[in-house]
């Protein structure tokens, strides 16, 4: 079973931009999931599907450096906990962002394989949706 899930997009906006749409609650919460998050080593943030299509995700930061944020990640009801690290680079003219979702075989026995084939097509999804989201906000100004 496969343990880490990796993704990368190259997005045509700057640095700046991608890093405020995967730190800033307000923006997370437009593009994603309804969040109580900062950025910041130690906080206890919470997601929240805005449909209740899945269990909120909580989890801790535990880095927040310019351009690389990592937290745990633990789908409430479930004991195993995760790991998410995004990393962003200059990349052209836009970003390069890095995706990193580890730990998956914390879950025990088949839940792994299903929860790794949730999170692989959510992150697609995820990709989807904050590139949706940049171009808007790049269109609205």
Not at 51 to 66: K, Q, R, S, W, Y
């Amino acid at each position: 079973m496969n343990d880490v899930i990796t993704k990368e997009h190259v997005f045509n906006h700057t640095i700046d931009k991608v890093w405020s749409a995967i730190t800033k609650a307000d923006e997370i919460s437009t593009w994603f999931l309804a969040a109580d998050f900062k950025a910041e080593k130690g906080y206890q943030y919470t997601f929240k599907s805005k449909d209740d299509h899945c269990e909120p995700i909580l989890g801790e930061v535990l880095e927040a450096t310019p351009y690389t944020l990592v937290y745990t990640w633990v789908v409430e009801g479930t004991e195993a906990i995760t790991k998410v690290t995004w990393n962003l680079e200059p990349f052209k003219d836009g970003t390069r962002l890095n995706l990193e979702h580890s730990g998956i075989a914390n879950y025990k026995g088949e839940t792994a394989v299903t929860m790794f084939e949730n999170f692989n097509g959510g992150w697609d999804n995820c990709f989807n949706l904050l590139s949706n989201y940049l171009q808007e906000l790049v269109h609205a100004g």
